[in-house]
């Protein structure tokens, strides 16, 4: 079975950065999609990021250029460099993954979830 575990969140001001990382442990056959999702407290999870088993990284247009997802494939780990971080991007941040068989492209559904880090964004 898959675990993820978050670290990384704190908070900071805005214009600041951080790195959110995510430890992989345990195992699974296959692995379609590993991504980050947020969630304010009262809303539903937002979709952040995610790196496709056939290597495609896609983000969510609020992102804009300033969020960056990469994988540790020797450590299995995750990350999330968060630059320029705005009060609206305060959030709790979770890293998930999709354990099906199959390409990313054809499309990706999240059943492993980590419990999240929290952010943080001050003005």
């Known amino acids: 079975q898959l675990r993820l575990a978050e670290s990384g969140g704190d908070s900071v001001q805005s214009g600041g950065s951080l790195r959110l990382s995510c430890v992989v442990s345990?195992?699974?056959?296959?692995?379609?999609?590993i991504g980050w999702w947020r969630q304010v407290i009262g809303s539903a999870k937002e979709w952040v990021a995610r790196?496709?088993?056939?290597?495609?990284?896609t983000y969510a247009t609020f992102v804009k250029g300033r969020f960056t997802i990469s994988q540790d494939t020797a450590n299995d780990a995750l990350y999330l460099q968060m630059n320029n971080l705005q009060p609206e991007d305060s959030a709790a941040y979770y890293c998930?993954?999709?354990?099906?068989?199959?390409?990313?492209?054809?499309?990706?559904?999240?059943?492993?979830w980590g419990r999240g880090t929290w952010v943080t964004v001050s003005s």
């Open positions: 998930a993954a999709d354990v099906r068989d199959g390409p990313s492209s054809g499309g990706c559904s999240y059943s492993v």
């Open positions: 345990g195992y699974t056959a296959s692995r379609r999609c």
């Open positions: 790196l496709g088993n056939d290597g495609t990284i």
